[in-house]
């Protein structure tokens, strides 16, 4: 396990200016209340989600809206890290019928390591470091949002293999 002290972390962030797929009606087929290590075991294992996609979409492998879902390629790799998370399975399927798209949605752990959140338009969230537990992905809450946070380490992997759809702002650890 990597040591906190000589890693950085970051958050998943997504700039709203790619041309990625919508999910569209997500509430009436999962509850995402449930999407934490508590009640994950009441969600079903796989689920249909519809998106809608424009004319240059890509599919990346990071999907952040509603929901975190990564592709199969980029599910490996996390597992490598961390072999503990469970997933649940998605398959998105374009407006026309003609596309689909597999996706995994991991159940990360919440931690409550946040000791300062930042004012709109300021600089980084400052996590406690004594609280992350060497975690390589994991969600934090920064103004009543669900935040994801990955160590430097698993996210070079995924920017080795060229994962599509990485977008990172660095948090401070103190």
């Avoid at 709203?16 to 969600?43: A, C, H, T």
């Avoid at 159940?107 to 609280?131: F, N, Q, S, T």
Wanted: a negative charge; charged letters at 30%; proline letters at 7%.
């Amino acid at each position: 396990m990597a040591d906190n002290r000589e890693m950085r972390y970051f958050l998943l962030t997504d700039s709203g200016r790619n041309p990625f797929p919508e999910i569209r009606g997500w509430s009436q087929v999962l509850d995402v209340r449930k999407m934490n290590r508590r009640k994950y075991r009441e969600l079903p294992s796989s689920f249909p989600l519809k998106m809608r996609t424009g004319v240059d979409h890509i599919l990346p492998d990071i999907l952040l809206s509603p929901f975190l879902l990564l592709s199969e390629p980029a599910k490996d790799v996390v597992s490598f890290y961390d072999p503990e998370i469970p997933w649940c399975f998605a398959v998105l399927f374009g407006d026309s019928g003609k596309e689909c798209a597999s996706y995994f949605c991991p159940i990360l752990e919440e931690v409550d390591c946040v000791l300062e959140e930042p004012y709109p338009g300021e600089g980084a969230v400052r996590l406690d470091e004594r609280k992350m537990k060497g975690l390589p992905f994991f969600q934090i809450w920064v103004k009543d949002r669900k935040k994801t946070v990955i160590r430097m380490d698993l996210a070079e992997s995924l920017l080795m293999r060229h994962a599509v759809g990485l977008e990172l702002q660095e948090v401070v650890i103190t």
